[in-house]
């Protein structure tokens, strides 16, 4: 079983960046999307970015032109880098991979895994 951990979250000004990590323990097959999400206090997780194994990008309307998502295969390790990050940016993020459409590709893979999430704060 793959567990994957984030990391590089943290407290910063609006307007400020962040890079958040997330590593997993071993290869996660090629037919899986990989993915960030987001979670406010009293509102629902949602979908950040995602990203396929051909690299094919989707992101949310509010993350576009300040998020990059990116991974590394190597060390299987995906990333999320933010800028210009807002008040609203606020949440714990999560990283996530298994079966998903990204770009109206189907990434169509058995397993699903989740990381622990790491907080994220950024104030005004």
């Known amino acids: 079983q793959v567990q994957l951990v984030e990391s590089g979250g943290g407290s910063v000004q609006a307007g400020g960046s962040l890079k958040l990590s997330c590593a997993a323990s071993?290869?996660?097959?090629?037919?899986?999307?990989k993915a960030w999400y987001r979670q406010a206090p009293g509102k629902e997780r949602e979908l950040v970015s995602a990203?396929?194994?051909?690299?094919?990008?989707g992101y949310a309307d509010s993350v576009k032109g300040r998020f990059t998502i990116s991974q590394d295969n190597a060390k299987n390790t995906l990333y999320l880098q933010m800028n210009s990050l807002k008040t609203e940016d606020t949440a714990m993020y999560y990283c996530?991979?298994?079966?998903?459409?990204?770009?109206?590709?189907?990434?169509?893979?058995?397993?699903?895994?989740w990381g622990q999430g790491t907080q994220v704060t950024i104030s005004s």
């Open positions: 996530a991979a298994g079966p998903m459409w990204i770009n109206s590709r189907n990434y169509d893979c058995r397993n699903n895994y």
């Open positions: 071993g290869p996660i097959a090629s037919n899986c999307g």
């Open positions: 990203i396929g194994s051909d690299g094919r990008t």
